[in-house]
Each structure stands twice: as structure tokens, then as C-alpha cells.
């Protein structure tokens, strides 16, 4: 009995670490942390998030989480205390939805969002602010994002 106790909260903690992540992204290949630098994607890979962010399925599973979130949200007090998670989850889908093909991730701290990875096109870039912004609770945004066309596969 003595070690049992021990084998179930490791067990319990390694579970509640692995579960655990940090970082909203909108692709696998996004950057786990802000600090983090993402490489371009390849071609095929872009083409392929790109072809899923872009269906209209996949964009009315993202606003329909966003709009879930919102009125979760005012039904429990507006905008004042909103949480880190929620915040991630919001931007990340509001990004995932507007710019396609994009690798990014997304962190949330009192209210300041910080969005790295890459896009692959200036205009996106510039649109990453705004759109973070447009999600209730978020009061700034850093955005530590560069310009990675996607690159031919080998």
C-alpha cells in the first residue's frame, strides 16, 4: 500500500502535465512557446492547412467555438475577468479562420495576447493585430511573427 499511493499521484501528476499545454496553435507545426522559431512549411503542408482552414465546415466550427465562448462569457459577467484559456482559444480560432496556412501560436496573460509563428504573406502579418483585437478581454497584442513563404517539398 505504501508504494501504491505513490505509482497513483506520479501517475496522475505526469498525466495532468502531458495534458497541460500552454500554447493555442492553429497548426501542429505552430511554435509550442512565443519564443520559439518556426521554419517554413513546405508546400504540400501549407496547401493542406490551407485547404482545411478554408472550408466552410471548418470555418463554422471556429466561429461557432468563438460565438460559444462570447455568450458563455456574458452570461457570467461581460468581459471583465475573462480566462487565459479562453482568450487563446478565441484568438487562435479567430487567426485559424482569417489567415490560412498560417503557423502560428498563441499565448494569453492578463489580458495581453502574444501571437508567434509565421504566415506566409505580408498581408497576412498585417492582419494579425486586428484580428486579435476584435476578441472581447484581449487589451494588447505582440506579435512576434515573420513572413515564411512555403517552400517547394523535396
Not at 11 to 28: E, M, P, R
Not at 74 to 93: I, K, P, T
Not at 136 to 142: A, E, N, Q, R, W
Amino acid at each position: 500500500m505504501k508504494k501504491f499511493i505513490p505509482l497513483i499521484i506520479g501517475s496522475f501528476l505526469i498525466v495532468s502535465t502531458v495534458g497541460c499545454q500552454d500554447t493555442a496553435k492553429t497548426s501542429t507545426d505552430a511554435p509550442n512557446n512565443a519564443g520559439e522559431t518556426v521554419a517554413a512549411p513546405k508546400t504540400d503542408d501549407a496547401a493542406q492547412v490551407q485547404n482545411d482552414a478554408t472550408s466552410e465546415v471548418r470555418r463554422e466550427q471556429l466561429n461557432s467555438d468563438i460565438r460559444a465562448r462570447e455568450q458563455r462569457n456574458n452570461a457570467s459577467g461581460g468581459d471583465a475577468d475573462r480566462a487565459e484559456g479562453d482568450l487563446q482559444s478565441e484568438v487562435r480560432s479567430k487567426l485559424e479562420a482569417n489567415l490560412p496556412a498560417s503557423q502560428l501560436g498563441v499565448e494569453a496573460e492578463d489580458g495581453v495576447v502574444t501571437v508567434s509563428g509565421t504566415v506566409p504573406t505580408d498581408e497576412q502579418l498585417q492582419k494579425v493585430e486586428p484580428l486579435a483585437k476584435e476578441i472581447k478581454g484581449v487589451t494588447s497584442v505582440k506579435v512576434n511573427v515573420q513572413v515564411k513563404p512555403a517552400k517547394p517539398s523535396n
